[in-house]
């Protein structure tokens, strides 16, 4: 996943589970039920994932100056205001949960050919990279624009139940 579906998933969490409209961290809106939520999301992002702040404030629909507010608020929010303490603890709980409860790989042989058996194949004309992280081993995909999307989509669905990263380079 890219880091930009990773957070994608930790917003579609917090706003089930605080009881939300999927999509409505993004909304314009500064009340405290949206805002709040948004916030412990961003700063989720950056502890666990260690998410860029232009792509947190891209999927909010945000500047990354307000990501960077977030992160330096945390620390005083947490400790003085009740509300973002229980929906920090209970997002971040949740979410860790999913995160342990994923699969890794712990060497390189055994990535390949996970891979490989699922279909994903390197091909003679390439001309562009999928660079597959799973957990701390990684390997390169290497793909033709042709078959680009179905090659990612393979590389998808083959980690669905890792813990894993892929970059296009």
Not at 130 to 153: A, H, P
């Amino acid at each position: 996943m890219t880091a930009e579906d990773n957070f994608r998933n930790l917003c579609n969490l917090t706003t089930s589970l605080m009881g939300l409209t999927k999509g409505s961290l993004s909304y314009k809106s500064r009340r405290t039920e949206l805002q709040v939520p948004r916030a412990v999301a961003s700063v989720i992002a950056r502890i666990e994932d260690k998410t860029h702040h232009s792509v947190i404030a891209k999927v909010l629909k945000r500047d990354r100056t307000l990501v960077y507010h977030y992160e330096n608020a945390h620390e005083a929010n947490y400790s003085s205001w009740a509300q973002y303490r229980d929906t920090f603890n209970k997002v971040y709980t949740a979410y860790t949960n999913i995160l342990s409860a994923k699969k890794e790989f712990f060497d390189l042989p055994h990535l390949k050919n996970h891979l490989k058996e699922n279909g994903v194949r390197n091909s003679s004309k390439h001309q562009t990279t999928l660079r597959v992280q799973c957990g701390k081993v990684g390997t390169d995909v290497k793909v033709s624009y042709r078959e680009f999307y179905n090659q990612l989509e393979l590389c998808k669905l083959a980690l669905q139940d890792y813990k894993y990263q892929i970059e296009i380079i």
